[in-house]
């Protein structure tokens, strides 16, 4: 015990805790707390997860990672050994998200590019994950902060901007410099002031790419090495040299002319807003379909194309379709092998819904084991728990797997209807309430 620091004795309540010698604490200014216990290690992973979560819809949020009120800049003004473990951690550094834009919106001062430069070589050879997002309006910093995100291009692993076309010209000085490359986003606005694009056509890694920059024609990129794609381009102009593509998102576009069935082997998820790809598309290993709406297309487009493909689909999820009775069975009895369905605000009948889900024998779509309903009416139907109930009683009678879990987003339950989903928990049923947003 130090001169400095007299022990504190403590009587202790020999009724409680019996008879014994008194209990010494010595110099507790300088007893280790337990948060400065952790190993280092378990302190980086803790650090890790205090990061923000990522972009729900980072086009329309105010995002600046930079922030030095936020992690994981204030991590490093709490004390010395946190400031050393942050530092020493360069991939809590290596996550960038601006979006000027709106920042401007809410009045919220940008990044500045000592910020930024501090954020890069903090991050030291870490691969860089970026979301950068100009303004309509450029920030006279803007070209500043853009340059020295290129200038850190061969360390870039994925990455998301939304730009004017004149910040694509720049891009140029990257091209065969993004050797890590895996993820590209490019939406482009204004005046399409060049003639082709050609910083990407050197990307070794380069495998998933979301396009919103005007006609493929202009683009020079490793297309035949992609394996997901989501454009809103003439796609099956391209699907011939894009023979390792798994994933594909198809936006509508007016101008996309009517082709006949085009035929591609691996595609394993497709979803489209239009009728266009379900005309022209055949894809026998296709697993994943979503058809979002509102109404371009009827379900007598989807059963000609699942026919058509000879697919064995095991998710199937359709938005704001109108579904007539004979479609809907005809639909679903080209589907056998569907796991998962989900019908987001369509205009059907429930009840031939119910009727169509509900076990018999045949059943239709017997493997089914999760399900999600959105009803436009915002009211439960009671034919539809009479669907689950048969589905969850099941367990294998007439060959009909049990089903495991059901998305349900009816803002109106009766008190009957509570107590019949309580028990279908109680047999194992996962029951989720949602807001509408879910996809399975």
């Not at 004795?9 to 948060?35: C, M, Q, R, W, Y």
Request: hydrophobic share 40%; aromatic share 10%.
């Amino acid at each position: 015990m130090s001169a400095e620091t007299p022990a504190v004795e403590i009587d202790v309540d020999t009724e409680t805790h019996g008879p014994g010698p008194p209990f010494i604490l010595g110099n507790l200014d300088k007893a280790p707390s337990p948060i400065s216990r952790i190993p280092p290690e378990i302190l980086s992973v803790i650090f890790y997860y205090a990061l923000p979560d990522p972009p729900w819809d980072f086009i329309n949020e105010a995002w600046n990672s930079l922030d030095p009120t936020r992690a994981p800049s204030v991590l490093a003004e709490v004390c010395s050994s946190w400031r050393a473990v942050s530092l020493a951690q360069s991939e809590l550094w290596s996550h960038i998200l601006i979006n000027l834009q709106t920042l401007s919106t809410v009045n919220m001062a940008p990044p500045t590019l000592s910020r930024l430069d501090l954020f890069l070589q903090r991050s030291g050879s870490h691969p860089l994950f970026i979301h950068y997002a100009d303004r309509y309006a450029p920030l006279p910093e803007a070209t500043d902060l853009f340059l020295l995100l290129l200038s850190h291009s061969r360390r870039w692993r994925e990455v998301t901007f939304y730009v004017e076309f004149p910040c694509l010209q720049l891009m140029d000085r990257i091209r065969g410099n993004v050797p890590l490359l895996r993820a590209l986003d490019i939406s482009a606005y204004g005046a399409n002031t060049f003639p082709v694009f050609r910083a990407f056509e050197e990307a070794p890694q380069l495998k998933n790419l979301l396009l919103d920059v005007g006609n493929p024609y202009n683009l020079s990129l490793p297309w035949s090495q992609l394996t997901s794609l989501a454009c809103g381009l003439n796609v099956p102009a391209m699907l011939p040299g894009l023979p390792a593509l798994l994933e594909c998102v198809i936006r509508y576009n007016p101008y996309t002319p009517r082709y006949t069935p085009t035929r591609h082997v691996k595609l394993a998820k497709l979803v489209t807003d239009f009728t266009h790809p379900l005309d022209w598309l055949e894809t026998p290993n296709l697993e994943y379909l979503r058809v979002l709406g509102p109404n371009r297309l009827t379900s007598s487009h989807l059963g000609t194309f699942i026919r058509r493909s000879s697919c064995a689909l095991r998710s199937l999820c359709l938005h704001v379709i109108r579904l007539a009775e004979e479609d809907l069975h005809a639909l679903l009895q080209s589907c056998p092998t569907l796991l998962r369905l989900q019908l987001s605000y369509c205009r059907i009948d429930w009840q031939a819904l119910a009727r169509r889900l509900a076990v018999h024998a045949p059943s239709l779509v017997p493997n089914l084991q999760h399900i999600a309903l959105t009803h436009h009416e915002f009211r439960t139907n009671g034919d539809i728990i009479n669907v689950l109930e048969s589905r969850v009683l099941a367990d294998h009678r007439a060959g009909v797997t049990c089903l495991r879990s059901a998305y349900l987003f009816f803002t109106q339950f009766s008190v009957e209807d509570e107590t019949r989903l309580s028990a279908l928990q109680d047999l194992g049923l996962q029951v989720v309430r949602g807001d509408g947003q879910y996809w399975i």
